[in-house]
């Protein structure tokens, strides 16, 4: 995500260095390719122009302390000014109400029925509620069907009522079934409409108008830029929406949405999704998406993704086999289970300091473990718990099972033994011993 825009702004920061100090000069050229990396990643002209404006004055009127390089403190200075663009404060979701109304909006193909399940299943298992989906799209058959294979997917009920064709109607009555089936959130999902289509308009108003919801969210694909921040505008006129939802962010998307969507609405982005999963959702925080744009990753996203796959117990036994020399390749692939649970190889890598630019070329496939794994299926029982025992003709076996080479078995059982070892260093707590391990390692 981000790509493009991270890669010039970066080549805009090059004109600073060398330099001892900041003049005017060399900021009105920095200045001048920042600008020009917004536009290109389908900023508005005027959101791009004030937001130079803005950086130049900050950046004129500080002294240059010591211990900064003038490329150094520009970057804190468009990474300051990035975060307010994009709104400042991260934004949490109204979950008052008894229950809690949550209406979507969006146009057709902007991945609300998706976003919907996602939503869903982030309540349920975050924030331990229990919601109600609700199909409000009487137009499309296939929707109220797509969203009862997501239900299904999540665990999550989905109220409809195809002899119905009144969506006002069906809002309603889903809304009364969920008090008194102990529903403590109710999400509907509304038909995808054009902005100039004045009908689906009125009908979302009139739904908005009989429910009341707590929180109406605009769903956007974030693929479609300076467009899709138009398109806000005129729902937030119609319907004055509580905060925007930018969908797609995983594509190879330009950035212009998010980056300046909040400042055209005046209103916050509260979600983003990342992916087809289910789980790929997060809520949005200016601060970290300035970071990540600028290549400075995000770390506190990750360890907060690593600590919702965190399992306690789980670690614990892995402790006590590692300190037995029982840790085998079940063990391995339980750990791998849960970093795939984490999300797109690519975003997480993403989040890694440094990471995203050094491997923005690498095609960092989401199966990237499937040859790892289809080897450790292809292992017996016995040659998972005890990998010692597995010799030539074993790994000519395995190989040939998991349509793998002899290299590729002994590329993972060399990275194996290596992980297993510095797993038993890192859990005796002896730092000098680790580091000399690593060193035999290389």
Do not use: W
């Amino acid at each position: 995500m981000f790509d493009n825009l991270s890669d010039k702004l970066d080549k805009a920061f090059h004109v600073l260095k060398g330099h001892g100090s900041i003049t005017e000069v060399n900021v009105a050229e920095t200045l001048k390719e920042v600008r020009r990396a917004l536009l290109d990643a389908d900023v508005n002209f005027k959101i791009a122009k004030g937001f130079t404006n803005r950086v130049k004055e900050k950046a004129m009127g500080q002294n240059v302390l010591s211990s900064l390089k003038p490329g150094q403190l520009m970057v804190k200075l468009v990474k300051d000014e990035l975060t307010e663009l994009m709104g400042g404060d991260t934004e949490g979701i109204n979950l008052g109400g008894s229950p809690t109304v949550i209406l979507m909006s969006g146009l057709q193909g902007s991945g609300k029925t998706t976003f919907s399940g996602k939503l869903a299943n982030f309540l349920k298992t975050k924030k331990s509620k229990k919601p109600l989906l609700v199909a409000c799209d009487v137009y499309r058959p296939a929707a109220i069907n797509q969203l009862h294979v997501v239900g299904d997917q999540i665990g999550v009920e989905v109220f409809s009522d195809e002899g119905n064709q009144d969506p006002v109607k069906i809002a309603q009555d889903a809304i009364s079934h969920a008090k008194q089936n102990g529903h403590n959130v109710v999400i509907i999902d509304t038909a995808g409409r054009l902005a100039i289509d004045d009908a689906m308009m009125n009908e979302i108003e009139n739904i908005h108008k009989a429910i009341q919801p707590q929180e109406t969210l605009f769903v956007v694909d974030s693929m479609t830029g300076q467009d899709a921040v138009n398109t806000a505008k005129t729902f937030n006129d119609r319907l004055n929406f509580d905060g925007v939802v930018l969908t797609k962010l995983d594509g190879d998307t330009r950035g212009g949405a998010a980056i300046s969507i909040k400042s055209v609405v005046d209103k916050p982005i509260k979600f983003i999704g990342t992916g087809e999963k289910m789980e790929a959702i997060d809520v949005f925080h200016p601060s970290r998406m300035a970071d990540r744009i600028l290549g400075m990753g995000d770390v506190v996203s990750l360890v907060e993704r690593a600590q919702e796959q965190f399992d306690e117990q789980e670690a614990r036994k892995i402790q006590k086999k590692i300190a037995k020399n029982q840790f085998g390749f079940d063990d391995f692939l339980k750990q791998i289970h849960q970093v795939k649970k984490m999300g797109n190889m690519k975003d997480l890598v993403g989040m890694i300091p440094g990471a995203g630019k050094a491997l923005k070329n690498v095609d960092i496939d989401d199966d990237a473990f499937k040859g790892i794994e289809a080897i450790i299926h292809s292992m017996t029982p016995e040659e998972r718990s005890t990998p010692s025992i597995i010799n030539a003709s074993r790994k000519k076996r395995i190989g040939k099972g998991s349509g793998t080479s002899v290299q590729e078995v002994n590329q993972l059982m060399k990275q194996f033994n290596q992980m297993s070892k510095m797993m038993k260093m890192m859990q005796g707590g002896g730092g000098r011993k680790m580091m000399q391990a690593m060193n035999k390692l290389k």
